[in-house]
């Protein structure tokens, strides 16, 4: 059983920065692309952001493009969201995602695996 963990949410002022985390345990595949996408209140879920098992590809939603930075360890079975100059329609529930797809788009059936988020909450 595949399990997706998040950390890292909290509550920050705007500008402010947050990183989140995400480790994945449980059975191991060889290749996958995570996700992050978030739900803000009253909202559908969004694509936030997305790297590839390599590193080498990402890809943002304009939303957040410049400011937050996806990465990952593959040694760690961990992915992270760095998030730099919050600002409060940042607010939401942020979820990581893997999928088993080598090169996924943005949509939520292209995720096989999914954490149970984390609340990120921005101040003005």
């Known amino acids: 059983q595949v399990q997706l963990v998040e950390s890292g949410g909290g509550l920050v002022q705007a500008g402010g920065s947050l990183r989140l985390s995400c480790t994945i345990s449980?059975?191991?595949?060889?290749?996958?692309?995570m996700g992050w996408f978030r739900q803000a209140p009253g909202k559908e879920r969004e694509f936030v952001a997305r790297?590839?098992?390599?590193?080498?590809?990402?890809d943002y939603a304009d939303s957040v493009k410049g400011r937050f930075t996806i990465s990952r360890d593959n040694a760690k079975n961990t992915g992270y969201l760095q998030m730099d100059s919050l600002k409060p329609e940042d607010t939401a529930v942020y979820y990581c995602?893997?999928?088993?797809?080598?090169?996924?788009?943005?949509?939520?059936?292209?995720?096989?695996?999914w954490g149970q988020g984390t609340q990120v909450t921005v101040s003005s």
């Open positions: 995602a893997a999928s088993l797809t080598i090169f996924p788009g943005r949509r939520e059936y292209e995720y096989n695996y």
């Open positions: 449980g059975r191991t595949f060889s290749r996958y692309t």
């Open positions: 790297i590839t098992w390599s590193g080498i590809n990402t």
